[in-house]
């Protein structure tokens, strides 16, 4: 029987509250430094696969969840001629869409209804593989193991030396949330690419619908959207006006580039990082998150059967090539949505439709939707 200890987690996003929540039901004492004055979120929507949806039912917040978000029973993916190339592909068992800042605090209160610390305005600028988190105002704090979910410019990472490489992509998206009306899909959700810019429409609550907005870094009058260039994607999406013309003029969210995080590791002594500061991705497969979680839960579930070291040892060992892979499955999707030869195109019609007309390629590519970790034994 292995003891519970205490943990120090930096970072109070999505993957710091899942696995706190995960390691203080699990008898864990459990302190999450926040640098923000308050817990929030972007203000965006989510895709919750299978894999996610596990991940809050084990820590008590699936209710919470999706009593306020959208349950999603067909999804289609159009090409630039306005044809459905992928109806349904990627989707297996229960997939819903939610409010990301919804999300955020269901996860923080299946948290600290656990018994978790949530510690605001403390900065952490490091971390020792002694089990030691240091802080901005100079003093540091000792554990058991100490974890970042500091991001992808993870300072814990970084101090640790654990990074190989935070790569720009090249590629990004601007996430809108704007008033639901009629005109807006139910239980369903509509992407589609005209050339390298991606359009997506997602039902993310009663209340708001969800828009996300990608092209390439290059595609200079498609990252203006804050303030919005609304005219530019009126061009190329004029059968969406009613929703266009519903994303402010200024709008909350904002055009931002997507990253790879490569690691040469995911721990080190009794410190480890997780989320976005070990394995960011693009968001193309929406899994980023879901990874993190699943992750969250398999440390959670580690601890409870090894000591320490081994614990990460077995983790690292079980988790990180599924990050790995779906890191590289999403980036192949974004290289194909925002990269490809524009003489190209229907040629890029015939392979997305091609590929998902065969249950193997389905299967490999959202493998992570039925993942499920079995690290208790």
Known sequence: MITPGRVEIAGAGLAGLTVAATLAQRGWSVRVHERGPELREIGAGIVLWGNALRSLAHIGAYDAVVAEAERVDNAQLMDHRHRVIQRDWLQSGEMFIAVRRQLHRAIADAALKSGVEVVTNSLVTGANPDGTLYLADGSSVSADLVIGADGVN??????????????????????????????????????????????????????????????????????????????????????????????PDVPEGRWAPFYDVTTSGWHKGRAAIIGDAAHAMSPNLGQAAAVAMTNGVALGQALSRWDVPTALD??????????????????????????????????????????AASKTVQRRINFANEYEPSLAG
């Open 154 to 247: 993870s300072v814990v990472r970084n101090s640790l030396d654990l990074g190989l490489q935070v790569r720009n992509l090249r590629d990004g998206c601007g996430r809108h949330l704007i008033p639901r009306t009629a005109d807006d899909p139910v239980n369903g959700t509509f992407e589609e690419w005209h050339g390298g810019r991606r359009f997506g429409l997602l039902p993310a609550s009663p209340e708001l619908t969800y828009i996300f907005l990608c092209c390439p870094e290059s595609d200079v009058e498609g990252i203006q959207q804050q303030p919005f260039n609304r005219e530019t994607w009126l061009r190329d999406y004029p059968q969406y006006r009613s929703q266009l013309e519903r994303i």
């Open 314 to 355: 077995r983790w690292e060992e079980s988790e990180r090539p599924i990050a790995k892979r779906v890191q590289r499955y999403s980036r192949i999707y974004g290289r194909m949505g925002t990269g490809w030869p524009q003489p190209l195109l229907d040629a890029r019609s015939a392979l997305v439709w091609s590929l």
